[in-house]
């Protein structure tokens, strides 16, 4: 378009007062028309057959979306520019939806990872650079909102309000003032790109399939060739296809690599779905279903020994080799496997295997190996004739750990069996090796104690009524209405950021050591308990690493099995002026090396010492820090300094207003300020040895111990005492016999003068504290507290025998009260 051609329109526009339009191609020689933009019925984007888009189609798209516009002729780079009044425009409530679930923390479980983060951003942008000149002004139609000046520049970037972008993604970011990941999300799934769907998969539904009346060659694939993530550029090295029993293309498992570095590799899955009567694979359009590989070979040949391998990439190599020396025509064994390994377990249908023997090839780690067991029960189930499991390393290329580097001894001796394909000149007779060298299930179990990957327990002992197989109806359990109660399993885990603070000497650090002893452990902590045991990342402040060390030494006393865990699962960072997680370059050095670690807790004790001046000022970069590790997977626990009077903490008010736990401690000062105290308390503060009292003011994750308090002591050289109160959710009625409802204060007061927690031990304690106001069977004890069936009996009996615990009920209908 002249300039001639401008000043008519602009002419024009003065003359009549009303707003002047036009078209033009740029080089496009069927562009879209008015008529067309109105009478095309608007559809989503995964439902349309993709185009590429250029840079002159991109204009188009950009043009036919403002209904006004003017050349910037200030900008004598711009190849187009336009203004859209905010009065025309709003972003439009499917954005809004999308914004508020994001605002909310609502973020994909599945981009918590950085990898999964940056590789998802790499789909949206592939995807949006196949839309078409229509579907791209119907996606910024949806996104700008209010004031909106775009500028396409001849270098091919985007500029929006006078800054220019790079990607989509980019600025989406800036037109809706969110983080990137945001942006991606709400692009996304605008676009029909869903996370979800991108990295696992779900299980079949019952519904009825579309059927596919063509020929798998007729498939077609949007699947892109290379994705560029966080400026690392993955390959689409290969594509193994599944089929379904029409011979068509049901799914596709896409494998891109860098080139460079072949470790450095991932797996995505593509799913089958329509798109104008036609089908398609692509990657996150679509919830893909789990399914077995070779699952049509199955039933084909149903006495087959199947061979199901958990690792993703050693299936794809062996698949290979299988079929190039057709493995099953000579051995009648069948390599298998599924997208996601172990982990896809839930959403796995297992009844292709009915029939077959199964030899399980698991991950040579501890959770895969002692996974296996569930995966035995499943197949057992669906059908499998026999079911065992070769445990021994396999490998490809030079993907072999250093034995030095491995400390666990099972861990060692299992690698120097390893087993290379690369190095495999017979496939059939490594096949045949597999199964004959698998171990049954049955001596399974035995294995696992053997080579010290599980303890040695004795068999759960079974309490039986042999005389009485049928019960009187007085002699079944109650039905209680009880509150789930809460563990720190709970509490503690990522979105779920948690802010203790307290006034000094109110045993701030002792309280974070022992909350960070039960996460390690899987032991109890102030009457909340850890089932399962986690890694834990400490970064001190201020104890120091000797200091430190000794305090872990005296809080474990009488807990001698604990100091392994501890050594194996606690991880400390020491004091150092250094260390500052405001600054980026710092912030971003500490969650790679907490990612590099597995760490799944983050405890950053204390915010004086590690991040000064969040609380002189704004805490967004604080809470930027614990977002980043919260998107890694990892909880954040936060301690902090509160006032001297000990009833708030000092900083700005988002310090709890941005965390989803808050728990106030108070120490001895503040609690003889307070005045009537009880005995035990009053004695604990004449007493050595930090006093708190522990309140939680804030609980997202258990609204139900909100507001509720303990006091706890810890004397000098010894581990915390109770002194008084319960932060666990006791019910408001305990029926028994049909006599009148106790009181929660009544129980509460007849346990406080009753019960001395002196001359209990860590676990019985842990038991002692699941009871009280409560009454369990056997097996809900030992799901909650986390002990083995014989040390559960143990701890049971003795409190039974010292009337701290009621056992009532007779054979299976055994349960315990807590008195």
């Known amino acids: 378009m002249n300039s001639c051609n401008i000043e008519q329109l602009i002419e024009r526009a003065v003359t009549t007062g009303n707003p002047v339009t036009v078209s033009d191609t740029f080089g496009v020689t069927d562009p879209i028309s008015e008529a067309s933009i109105i009478d095309v019925?608007?559809?989503?984007?995964?439902?349309?057959?993709?185009?590429?888009?250029?840079?002159?189609?991109?204009?188009?798209?950009?043009?036919?979306?403002?209904?006004?516009?003017?050349?910037?002729?200030?900008?004598?780079?711009?190849?187009?520019?336009?203004?859209?009044?905010?009065?025309?425009l709003k972003i439009s409530s499917e954005v809004k939806q999308l914004l508020q679930k994001c605002d909310s923390n609502n973020l994909p479980s599945d981009l918590f990872l950085p990898k999964n983060a940056g590789i998802y951003k790499a789909l949206v942008e592939d995807e949006f650079s196949k839309q078409s000149e229509y579907e791209c002004s119907q996606l910024f139609k949806?996104?700008?909102?209010?004031?909106?000046?775009?500028?396409?520049?001849?270098?091919?970037?985007?500029?929006?309000?006078?800054?220019?972008?790079?990607?989509?993604?980019?600025?989406?970011?800036?037109?809706l003032d969110r983080e990137p990941l945001v942006a991606a999300i709400v692009v996304g799934n605008l676009l029909g790109v869903t996370p979800e769907f991108c990295f696992r998969t779900f299980p079949v539904r019952g519904e009825c399939l579309s059927v596919v009346p063509m020929p798998y060659t007729a498939v077609q694939e949007y699947i892109p060739k290379r994705l560029t993530v966080e400026h690392q550029v993955y390959h689409l090295q290969d594509i193994e296809y599944l089929k379904d029993f029409r011979g068509s293309r049901e799914q596709a498992i896409c494998h891109y690599v860098d080139i460079a570095n072949p470790l450095d590799n991932f797996f995505l899955i593509a799913g089958r779905v329509e798109i104008n009567g036609k089908f398609a694979l692509?990657?996150?359009?679509?919830?893909?279903?789990?399914?077995?590989?070779?699952?049509?070979?199955?039933?084909?040949?149903?006495?087959?020994?199947?061979?199901l391998i958990h690792d993703m990439r050693i299936a794809k190599e062996?698949?290979?080799?299988?079929?190039?020396?057709?493995?099953l025509d000579h051995t009648n064994i069948i390599v298998s496997g599924c997208y996601g390994g172990a982990s896809a377990l839930p959403a796995l249908n297992l009844k292709d295997t009915a029939g077959h023997p199964a030899v399980i090839l698991p991950e040579p780690t501890a959770e895969g190996l002692t996974g296996v067991i569930e995966w035995a029960k499943r197949l057992t189930k669906a059908g499998a004739t026999s079911v065992s499991v070769y445990p021994r390393p396999i490998t490809v290329d030079a993907c072999l750990p250093l034995l030095s580097t491995i400390s666990a001894s099972w861990e060692r001796n299992l690698w120097e069996q390893v087993v290379c394909l690369d190095d495999i000149e017979l496939p059939s007779k490594f096949a045949r090796d597999v199964c004959a060298n698998s171990i049954p299930m049955s001596d399974y179990p035995k294995w696992l104690k053997s080579i010290g990957l599980i303890t040695n327990s004795t068999d759960d002992v079974r309490e039986l009524n042999e005389h009485n197989l049928f019960l009187s109806i007085n002699d079944l359990p109650d039905e209680l209405d009880q509150p789930n109660i809460p563990t720190w399993d709970d509490l503690i885990k990522p979105r779920y950021t948690t802010f203790i603070y307290g006034a000094s000497n109110a045993g701030k650090g002792w309280v974070a050591i022992e909350i960070t002893l039960a996460l390690v452990t899987g032991t109890g902590a102030f009457g909340l308990f850890a089932v399962s045991r986690r890694t834990v990342c400490y970064m001190d402040g201020e104890v120091g690493g000797e200091d430190f060390k000794k305090?872990?030494?005296?809080?474990?006393?009488?807990?001698?099995e604990a100091q392994e865990l501890i050594g194996k699962n606690l991880l400390v960072m020491p004091p150092s002026s250094d260390i500052n997680i405001l600054d980026d370059v710092c912030a971003k050095e500490i969650i790679l090396k907490l990612i590099e670690a597995k760490a799944s807790v983050l405890v950053i004790d204390n915010i004086f010492s590690l991040a000064p001046s969040a609380v002189n000022g704004s805490v967004n970069k604080l809470f930027s820090f614990i977002h980043k590790a919260e998107q890694a997977g990892i909880a954040v626990i936060v301690i902090h300094h509160s006032s001297k009077d000990g009833t708030t903490y000092k900083g700005p008010s988002e310090l709890t207003s941005l965390s989803q736990n808050v728990f106030r401690l108070e120490g001895r000062e503040q609690l003889v300020e307070m005045g009537d105290l009880s005995p035990e308390v009053e004695a604990a503060c004449n007493a050595g040895g930090p006093v708190s009292r522990m309140t939680v003011e804030k609980c997202k994750a258990a609204p139900l111990v909100?507001?509720?308090?303990?006091?706890?002591?810890?004397?000098?050289?010894?581990?915390?005492r109770w002194l008084e109160g319960s932060l666990i959710p006791t019910p408001s009625t305990l029926p028994e016999d049909g006599r009148d409802e106790l009181e929660v204060e009544d129980v509460a007061d007849a346990v406080?003068?009753?019960?001395?927690?002196?001359?209990?031990?860590p676990d019985e304690e842990k038991v002692f504290m699941a009871l009280l106001g409560h009454k369990y069977a056997r097996a809900d004890l030992e799901k909650l507290t986390g002990l083995k069936p014989d040390k559960l009996v143990r701890i049971l009996r003795k409190l039974t025998e010292h009337g701290r615990v009621k056992k009532e009920g007779t054979g299976k209908a055994t349960y315990y009260?807590?008195?």
């Open 41 to 88: 019925t608007p559809i989503k984007s995964t439902l349309s057959l993709p185009q590429s888009i250029s840079h002159s189609g991109l204009c188009d798209a950009l043009h036919n979306f403002g209904q006004t516009y003017a050349p910037d002729k200030s900008d004598r780079y711009a190849t187009n520019s336009w203004k859209v009044p905010s009065a025309q």
């Open 142 to 175: 949806k996104l700008a909102g209010g004031y909106c000046r775009i500028i396409l520049n001849r270098d091919g970037r985007i500029s929006w309000n006078g800054v220019k972008h790079n990607s989509i993604i980019s600025i989406v970011s800036a037109i």
């Open 282 to 307: 692509k990657i996150g359009a679509t919830a893909v279903p789990a399914r077995l590989y070779s699952r049509v070979m199955m039933a084909q040949h149903g006495s087959a020994t199947v061979l």
């Open 318 to 327: 062996f698949r290979a080799i299988a079929q190039e020396s057709r493995l």
């Open 551 to 560: 305090r872990c030494r005296q809080l474990l006393k009488g807990r001698a």
């Open 706 to 720: 909100e507001q509720k308090s303990a006091t706890y002591h810890l004397p000098v050289n010894g581990v915390w």
């Open 752 to 761: 406080g003068s009753r019960s001395e927690m002196d001359d209990l031990s």
């Open 817 to 819: 009260r807590g008195m």
